[in-house]
């Protein structure tokens, strides 16, 4: 029989067109046409049609969006480009600056694109034959949760893309957050029942996002907005301009949000901005400012990137809310690196939708700027709705005998003399500062750098108490017996802990190089490092010309990383971290080479052709993307800038390269390497 006669059929096209239809209402425009009780039962209707016609079921069926098994935890997945933050700014006129910035870099004024930016968490959806492949959460920029099965039960997210879609495989990025309606129905059953509420849509957003059970995901009605289309096939190449990759994943059924501009001149983005700094509470969702982006793909190639957020792009932060608090007290920490920050201790006050009772006074300039006495009332708000901080105080209700607020000369944890260097002060005692060994254990042991699980602070304070250990290497030379004097930690537990410390002997040497906690060198300043020296032997002997040639190291840094290697007990330290099995050479984990071009490549890694060569890589290529060319030429010994100069050795031009570039190494006399001449060189045949 016709499926399109049977009339079971017929009633579950028409449940589903339904359902869709509420759905998207729901959480795209924020209207409810029908109660939660009614939409439950027709979606149990579908699902028993399902259940009995499991040959009609469609793939994109609101019944898929039900909720799965619980998960015993996430996996991890590398992004295939990094997820970069954007820089801030609460000024008009650093916006401006913004702007002269990619004017006088391009040679002429951009147009650019504006939107709202949602206060959610950041979320990468991979879709492949038009299909929602895997999702993945911002993480540390490099790698991120896998999150598919919690993604799949929010309604606004198409599993299915539209048949105007291409099969290609694409990259779109978005926000995901909470609707406020939804947040604040949430916090009213949580108020009936007598329950603490929850703070703020944006933090129960992202601890619902890492629910192991995705049934309870659905139930609390996430809602996604898509700010980002990317892809590497022809039919996009076509499409290199912002506005334009935005209607596509609006016509191909991603939610976009309609309250966005462009392109535009810099004038019609600042009366957006100014238009929503007053309309904002009238959203159905929350935001904290306005993303303004170069338009021109090809534009954007050419101002580049830093090492944490790209040069085309900035969120502008609309001011905070403030309020009144009493500073109790201020009390000075002392960091891993030995940096003394002055916290204050503040009357317990909710500001932006969260109970704040500290808040960081950065440094003696900040104290001294706000004369600052015990008893003051201070005005608080937070920067971008998310960090605490003292911006005023209120003088006339300063009480009478005050004691005023004075920066220590000495450690207050160890008793050495402070020494000041750009503004801040360093108890320099690191070798017997308890605070700062305890740190840097800290910060070794962390999931960003070795992972290495069931390891906490409380538990590294009574090794150290103990004298079990003293530094990282120590924890590598740990026996059950010396566990064993710790108190309330089992036989199970020991196991546990000796067996994850194993286990991070896996660690790849850029995270490694990371865990050791050298002043000023981040995750990216350490995968450009491993990069660029390939093992710790070449970064320890590296000449401060050497560092200086990186784009990511600036003077400050370099000066850090002789200072690290210079010390004898921190060349002893990771020797001896090799000869426990750490990882101390970089290696590559680019795919497998699809080609034998590919394969060329690779096998030239050992020749490093590109040995003390400058190369900025701009435009698209055939045989590999962008990314991965870069990484392979690093690894043959190049170092990749991201801005032209004298300094540069050759600028590798792929199609669609930006016209200002190519002017520019002309006019400098420098030597433009096409595909064919790049891959011939990587390949040992030049």
């Not at 993480?139 to 893309?161: K, Y």
């Not at 090794?463 to 566990?483: F, M, N, P």
């Given at each position: ?35 939660d ?32 098994e619980?998960?015993?935890?996430f ?16 000024s ?27 206060d959610?968490?950041a979320?990468s959806l991979?879709?492949?034959?038009r ?5 993945v ?13 919690n ?39 949580k ?7 929850y703070?703020?849509p ?35 190449h076509?499409?290199?301009?912002h ?10 059924g ?16 600042l009366?957006?901005?100014h ?24 534009q ?128 320099e ?25 069931h ?76 990069r660029?020296?390939?093992n ?15 784009h990511e ?11 690290w290697f ?28 699809s ?7 690779q ?36 170092t ?11 600028l ?19 030597a ?5 001449e ?9």
């Amino acid at each position: 029989m016709d499926p399109e006669k049977n009339p079971d059929w017929l009633r579950m096209r028409e449940l589903a067109a339904l359902l869709r239809q509420y759905n998207h209402a729901y959480y795209l425009q924020d209207l409810s046409l029908i109660s939660d009780q009614d939409f439950d039962r027709l979606l149990k209707e579908l699902e028993q049609l399902e259940n009995r016609y499991p040959q009609w079921v469609e793939s994109d069926s609101p019944t898929k969006r039900v909720g799965g098994e619980v998960m015993s935890g996430f996996e991890t997945r590398e992004h295939l480009r990094p997820m970069l933050s954007l820089g801030n700014t609460y000024s008009k006129e650093e916006l401006q600056s913004f702007h002269d910035r990619c004017c006088k870099s391009l040679g002429f004024i951009p147009q650019y694109c504006a939107e709202l930016k949602i206060d959610g968490v950041a979320i990468s959806l991979h879709y492949r034959n038009r299909k929602l492949e895997y999702a993945v959460t911002r993480g540390d920029g490099l790698r991120g949760d896998d999150v598919t099965a919690n993604v799949q039960t929010i309604e606004s997210i198409p599993l299915l893309l539209k048949p105007t879609a291409p099969s290609e495989a694409m990259e779109i990025r978005g926000e995901i957050y909470m609707g406020r309606s939804a947040f604040e129905q949430i916090n009213r059953g949580k108020r009936d029942s007598g329950e603490e509420t929850y703070a703020n849509p944006r933090n129960f957003a992202s601890g619902t996002l890492k629910l192991l059970d995705s049934k309870q995901v659905r139930q609390r009605k996430l809602s996604a907005l898509c700010y980002q289309l990317d892809g590497d096939f022809e039919f996009l190449h076509g499409k290199a301009r912002h506005h334009l990759r935005m209607a596509l994943i609006a016509a191909w059924g991603l939610p976009v949000s309609d309250h966005r501009v462009g392109p535009s001149p810099f004038e019609k983005v600042l009366d957006y901005i100014h238009r929503w700094h007053s309309s904002r509470a009238d959203l159905p969702f929350d935001i904290d400012g306005v993303v303004v982006k170069v338009d021109d793909f090809g534009q954007r190639e050419e101002l580049g990137y830093t090492a944490k957020s790209p040069r085309w792009a900035i969120a502008y932060k609309y001011p905070a809310q403030s309020v009144q608090t009493i500073l109790q007290n201020v009390q000075f920490q002392v960091g891993r690196t030995g940096v003394i920050t002055p916290v204050a201790h503040l009357q317990p006050v909710e500001v932006a939708g969260t109970t704040v009772q500290r808040a960081s006074l950065h440094n003696d300039a900040e104290i001294r700027r706000l004369d600052l006495h015990i008893g003051d009332t201070v005005y608080l708000e937070k920067g971008g709705d998310i960090i605490p901080k003292i911006t005023n105080v209120a003088l006339a209700l300063r009480p009478a005998g005050a004691t005023k607020v004075g920066f220590p000369v000495t450690c207050p944890e160890c008793g050495t003399s402070l020494v000041g260097h750009e503004a801040l002060h360093y108890c320099e005692n690191h070798r017997d500062c308890p605070p700062q060994i305890l740190g840097r254990l800290e910060h070794f042991v962390s999931r960003k750098a070795m992972n290495i699980e069931h390891l906490g602070p409380e538990t590294l304070g009574s090794l150290l108490q103990q004298h079990i250990i003293q530094d990282v290497a120590d924890l590598y030379a740990l026996t059950q017996g010396q566990l064993a004097q710790i108190e309330r930690m089992g036989e199970r537990s020991r196991t546990r802990l000796l067996l994850s410390i194993e286990d991070s002997k896996k660690t790849p040497f850029e995270k490694v190089l990371f865990a050791l906690g050298i002043r000023g060198i981040g995750e990216v300043a350490s995968l450009t490092l491993a990069r660029k020296f390939q093992n710790m032997a070449n970064l320890s002997t590296a000449s401060r010309e050497e560092l200086m040639n990186i784009h990511e190291i600036g003077e400050k840094s370099a000066d850090q990383i002789l200072t690290w290697f210079t010390d004898p007990q921190n060349q002893s330290l990771w020797v001896r971290l090799a000869s426990q099995g750490l990882s101390m050479t970089y290696a590559s984990r680019t795919s497998p080479p699809s080609s034998a071009s590919e394969q060329g490549i690779q096998d030239a890694k050992e020749s490093r052709p590109l040995e003390n060569k400058k190369l900025v890589v701009t435009g698209r290529f055939e045989h590999c993307d962008r990314e991965t060319l870069k990484q392979r030429i690093e690894d043959a010994g190049g170092t990749i800038l991201n801005s032209i100069s004298s300094k540069l050795d050759f600028l590798v031009a792929g199609t669609e390269a930006g016209p200002s570039k190519l002017r520019k190494v002309e006019e400098l006399g420098i030597a433009t390497l096409s595909e064919e001449e790049i891959l011939k060189i990587l390949q040992g045949n030049s």
